[in-house]
T-cell receptor, first 114, second 110 residues
Framework: NAGVTQTPKFRVLKTGQSMTLLCAQDMNHEYMYWYRQDPGMGLRLIHYSVGEGTTAKGEVPDGYNVSRLKKQNFLLGLESAAPSQTSVYFC?????????????FGPGTRLTVL | AQRVTQPEKLLSVFKGAPVELKCNYS??????LFWYVQYSRQRLQLLLR??SRESIKGFTADLNKGETSFHLKKPFAQEEDSAMYYC????????????FGKGTMLLVSP
């Protein structure tokens, strides 16, 4: 099993460009999450999904959109990238609610916005 | 609102020395607490959770509800313990997400 995979691994964007980050998991998990990791800030939740077709906002959702059309995929979109969105983005999945279930993380996507 | 505080950004110790990574939380209900670890060039992974009351790689953590703390301890640090450690909190019922602390980098020198 590949676990949680993320595409792409690296990306450089210019301000105002758009892009989509893809997260895929092969563990049949219901829950999926997108985080951003910034120096000195830890991991902050952007959006999450509790099942196919559902999404919800996390701590820092502004400037991002997500979709969960298939259970195994969770897409994170940036419609108009800004330098403040330069970060490392992590996707994660879990079998059920985070209170009782381990989250499994992807390898991360390093995004730079110039 | 729930909050996790890790007061130390960096903890540097020598091999064989005891290690304690501090974690304090703020939450009005009954929490679930976790420690996640990120080794260099590896993905974030679960180290241990308080509900399991287990020891992983020699690390233990006890939930102290009176002091609202969940400190991570190891009696004798090893060089391979060098990593970024994150404390995380979740509610123990209903839909729940993880709230992470800002992390502590542990450096173990030979």
């Amino acid at each position: 099993n590949a676990g949680v995979t993320q595409t792409p691994k690296f990306r450089v964007l210019k301000t105002g460009q758009s892009m989509t980050l893809l997260c895929a998991q092969d563990m049949n998990h219901e829950y999926m999450y997108w985080y951003r990791q910034d120096p000195g800030m830890g991991l902050r939740l952007i959006h999450y999904s509790v099942g196919e077709g559902t999404t919800a906002k996390g701590e820092v959702p502004d400037g991002y959109n997500v979709s969960r059309l298939k259970k195994q995929n969770f897409l994170l979109g940036l419609e108009s990238a800004a330098p403040s969105q330069t970060s490392v983005y992590f996707c994660a999945s879990s079998r059920g609610t985070s209170g009782r279930n381990e989250q499994f993380f992807g390898p991360g996507t390093r995004l730079t916005v110039l | 609102a729930q909050r996790v505080t890790q007061p130390e950004k960096l903890l540097s110790v020598f091999k064989g020395a005891p290690v304690e990574l501090k974690c304090n939380y703020s939450y009005s209900g009954s929490p679930e607490l976790f420690w996640y670890v990120q080794y260099s060039r590896q993905r974030l992974q679960l180290l241990l959770r308080h509900i399991s009351r287990e020891s992983i790689k020699g690390f233990t953590a006890d939930l102290n509800k009176g002091e609202t703390s969940f400190h991570l301890k190891k009696p004798f640090a090893q060089e391979e313990d060098s990593a970024m450690y994150y404390c995380a909190l979740s509610r123990n019922s209903g839909y729940s997400t993880l709230t992470f602390g800002k992390g502590t980098m542990l450096l173990v020198s030979p």
